[in-house]
């Protein structure tokens, strides 16, 4: 039952670095996990993490249906202290790889720690095996009589929902072993993509500076960095369709072998979601493609004066928006009032993150692209991960990612196999925090004009989190279909992704040549397929939750912490029923999406 999170990073929008004058802006502090690769704590740790492996093997193999309820949860105890050693170990190595992925030592050092930890781990893989083997009556006679054991009771629901799929012992240790190439195969993606060296206009760049071109003023410098992409993307598209055709390829087979129906269905049973309920998600936001993406694109089309939109044109800063840079002290005021103004208990929640080190916001060379929050453990504290660029949306990207770490904050309190929010629910207080971030700097717009800059942005970003997100779960989806009918050429995974792209961004856009490549450089297609839908489900229920929360605000903060505070330890109709929301009616994704439609409604008001 050996559990270990890892980060994924959030990819809504295509940006990437921004110019100096941005003030100092925050490092990690590691010093939490371990003060470095040699430092005795770690050895310690390691080696502690071999012999508790071995022990529990000794000690439980072949032996799980002869404990009593007491002796199941000393059990599952010692398997929560394992999981949480070896978190430890592994958030330490991740996080520093993440700060320079193109430094050999730190991807040897990671390498390393995932072998080693592969290996003492490997042993406990009968657990999950012989879990799924006792009787469910056995196990509710035991949950009725003993309160702690009862209490993982939804830890063990979930592994127990993987026992149709589940393989012989001997084959599921194989698997197990097996995982650190996959890893190699994800880490392959992560040096390729950080080592892109790209060049706009004479200047070399990587690619979150490249990115963040995309989003300039200059409608020249965003074709000019949006062509050098596609070439370099061409470039190595190769390698990329290497990479997913051997992902996908493994996943394929992994799934054939547990009689997996779809290629969805394992991340389906990992959130603990019904596959009708993504589905009633995936099929409410293409539903609404003409409502929401293409009625927006068709305005900002007007207002940038164009006769096509091109798709450099998709990030494009509004004609009427100032050029203005956010420094960080800025941003962490916007985001801290924002936060405080919702409840006070959030300033102390969120303090830590600005002053103790558990934020690295600068672009520097060979860091990973993109955004995201660690939890790490739960006896440390989670980090988060920016490329700050200084515009308005990192403002937006800030509060998202401290959302994520406010909320791992909370959930710890479960305990490290508790604690962890299925990917439904996990990007709840992260969009919730956006919406607060974005509710406050309407307050304050004191122009018709400010107002509109602000609902566009809004907007974008809310495409960005559910059309774009829904389009890439297509993408996906018929990724992994066409893999599984034989190997894929780069023009096969292309004319697949040009086929979701013109359907949501709909009829104002032309397509470039090259642009097919782009989707090599999202990281969730590698390291965690099926992710993505997270994003769309995390928007539309925090929609929801705030349309509750002005209609009926008295009591909604307790209910809100509440939530949060469960992690992984509800399923989301109990969370969600306080609220007198129910993610399975098809209905509460259209109240969701009513949000966005009324905010395009106020544009093309504002135009009248």
Not at 41 to 59: G, I, V
Not at 138 to 150: C, E, P, R, V
Not at 489 to 495: E, G, Q, S, V
Request: aromatic share 10%.
């Amino acid at each position: 039952m050996f559990h270990l999170s890892r980060p994924v990073r959030d990819a809504k929008s295509d940006t990437g670095s921004g110019p100096g004058g941005l003030g100092d802006l925050p490092e990690w502090d590691l010093s939490d996990l371990y003060t470095g690769e040699d430092a005795p704590e770690l050895k310690r740790d390691l080696d502690w993490l071999e012999q508790a492996c071995s022990a529990f093997a000794a000690d439980y193999e072949g032996k799980l249906a002869s404990l009593d309820a007491a002796g199941l949860l000393e059990c599952i105890l010692r398997d929560e202290r394992i999981s949480a050693v070896a978190g430890r170990i592994m958030s330490f190595a991740g996080l520093r790889y993440y700060q320079q992925t193109t430094d050999a030592g730190r991807a040897k050092f990671l390498s390393d720690c995932q072998e080693k930890i592969t290996r003492y781990t490997t042993p406990l893989v009968f657990f999950s095996l012989e879990l799924n083997r006792l009787e469910e009556e056995d196990l509710k006679a035991m949950y009725a009589q003993n309160a702690g054991l009862a209490r993982f009771k939804p830890v063990l629901d979930r592994i127990r929902a993987m026992k149709p799929h589940q393989l012989s012992d001997e084959l599921e240790k194989f698997l197990h072993d097996m995982g650190v190439v996959g890893d190699a195969w994800e880490r392959l993606f992560d040096e390729t993509i950080a080592g892109l060296s790209f060049d706009v206009d004479g200047e070399a760049m990587g690619i979150e500076a490249t990115l963040n071109l995309l989003t300039d003023h200059d409608r020249a410098k965003r074709e000019a960095a949006c062509r050098e992409l596609a070439r370099v993307f061409g470039e190595n598209i190769r390698t990329f369709a290497r990479v997913h055709n051997t992902t996908t390829k493994e996943k394929e087979v992994i799934d054939r072998w547990r009689g997996m129906p779809t290629a969805q269905t394992g991340r389906h049973l990992s959130n603990h979601v019904e596959p009708e309920v993504v589905e009633a998600l995936r099929d409410a936001v293409v539903a609404a493609y003409p409502r929401l993406s293409h009625r927006y694109y068709e305005l900002k089309r007007k207002w940038l004066g164009l006769e096509r939109m091109q798709v450099w044109d998709r990030n494009a800063p509004l004609p009427m928006e100032e050029q203005k840079i956010v420094d960080w002290p800025s941003a962490e005021a916007m985001v801290m009032e924002a936060y405080t103004g919702f409840d006070a208990r959030m300033e102390a929640l969120a303090t830590p993150f600005f002053r103790k080190g558990w934020i690295d916001a600068a672009v520097k060379p060979g860091k990973a692209p993109g955004a995201f929050a660690h939890p790490t453990v739960t006896d440390v504290h989670p980090y988060v991960m920016l490329n700050y660029l200084g515009k308005p949306r990192d403002v937006m990207t800030l509060a998202h990612e401290l959302g994520h770490g406010v909320h791992q904050v909370l959930a710890a309190g479960q305990g490290e196999l508790l604690s962890s929010t299925p990917l439904t629910l996990a990007e709840t207080a992260s969009v919730f925090g956006e919406m607060l971030t974005f509710r406050k700097m309407l307050e304050r717009a004191g122009t018709a004009q400010e107002r509109k800059v602000l609902l566009a942005g809004k907007v974008e970003d809310m495409i960005n989190t559910v059309v774009r997100q829904i389009a890439f779960y297509d993408f996906e989806c018929k990724l992994h279909a066409a893999r599984r009918e034989g190997e894929l050429t780069p023009d096969d995974i292309n004319a697949l992704w040009i086929s979701v792209q013109a359907e949501s961004l709909g009829p104002a856009f032309d397509f470039m040549d090259g642009y097919e490549t782009f989707w090599v450089y999202i990281p969730h297609f590698v390291h965690s397929p099926f992710y993505v839908y997270a994003y769309a489900f995390g928007d539309g229920l925090v929609n929801a939750l705030y349309a509750v929360y002005e209609e009926s605000p008295e009591g909604f903060q307790d209910k809100y912490f509440e939530m949060l505070k469960a992690g992984g330890s509800k399923h989301h109709k109990e969370l969600l029923a306080p609220f007198g929301l129910d993610a399975s009616d098809p209905r509460f994704w259209d109240k969701g999406l009513k949000m966005i439609e009324s905010f395009i409604d106020e544009l093309e008001a504002l135009e009248a």
